[in-house]
């Protein structure tokens, strides 16, 4: 099993609608969990952090499941910015970064 | 806002020759890394740095490559004898520390390298 799974997609959205997708992970160790957006050719980054609460930034909603293993990202009102590829990084305790090879969001007039 | 720098943007080099990529982390942070992305696959970690030595490093980092911070600023990834195979796009990224696990990690823009 791979260490960091997501949906490699493409996820096509309507301008306006609401897309969410999950990330799960095998090990149980990870201490930070993160989502990070990824446009092409480009290096990744922080879109946000994700908490055992859950938390929201504007149109974007993350939550995480310890229990289950996996976090979520909801994108409300999508906008043809959002269109980019969303990585989620499990952090460990020297702040190494496990990717997975993330979630591609098209988002469409 | 402070930003880590990366140069080259591009380099091509041929197979078995050494390259060196070179990152400047943001001022304040004191854990830097290095990751690699072949074209089309995910972000791997190769290596991280702190205190002036490796804290962790991935089974991609073998002994063709290694990482030194020579002064203050910059932080660099040698590899030896280049490999068609290292063709990818490498980013450093840094961190400032404050104990907290949920701390940022910031990305600087990439090398991309391509063996020949």
């Known amino acids: 099993r791979k260490e960091v799974e997501q949906d490699p997609g493409p996820f096509n959205v309507p301008e306006g609608a609401t897309v969410a997708f999950n990330c799960t992970y095998s090990?149980?160790?990870?201490?930070?969990f993160f989502w990070y957006r990824q446009d092409c050719r480009k290096e990744p980054k922080l879109l946000m952090s994700?908490?055992?609460s859950g938390n929201e930034d504007g149109r974007f909603t993350a939550q995480l499941n310890r229990a289950s293993q996996y976090i979520s990202l909801l994108i409300r009102d999508s906008k043809l910015s959002d269109s980019a590829t969303y990585l989620c990084?499990?952090?460990?305790?020297?702040?190494?970064?496990?990717f997975g090879a993330g979630t591609q969001v098209v988002v469409t007039p | 806002e402070p930003e880590v720098t990366q140069t080259p943007s591009h380099q091509v080099t041929q197979m078995g020759q050494e390259v060196i990529l070179r990152c400047v982390p943001i001022?304040?942070?004191?854990?830097f890394y290095w990751y690699r992305q072949i074209l089309g696959q995910k972000v791997e970690f190769l290596v991280s740095?702190?205190?002036?030595?490796?804290?962790?490093k991935s089974e991609i980092f073998d002994d063709q490559f290694s990482v030194e911070r020579p002064d203050g600023s910059n932080f660099t990834l040698k590899i030896r004898s280049t490999k068609l195979e290292d063709s990818a796009m490498y980013f450093c990224?840094?961190?400032?520390?404050?104990?907290?696990?949920?701390?940022?990690?910031?990305f600087g823009p990439g090398t991309r390298l391509l063996v020949l």
């Open positions: 990224a840094s961190r400032e520390t404050s104990g907290r696990a949920q701390e940022t990690q910031y």
């Open positions: 090990n149980s160790a990870s201490q930070s």
């Open positions: 994700v908490y055992s």
């Open positions: 990084g499990m952090g460990d305790s020297w702040g190494k970064l496990q």
């Open positions: 001022s304040n942070h004191l854990y």
């Open positions: 740095f702190y205190n002036n030595e490796i804290s962790e």
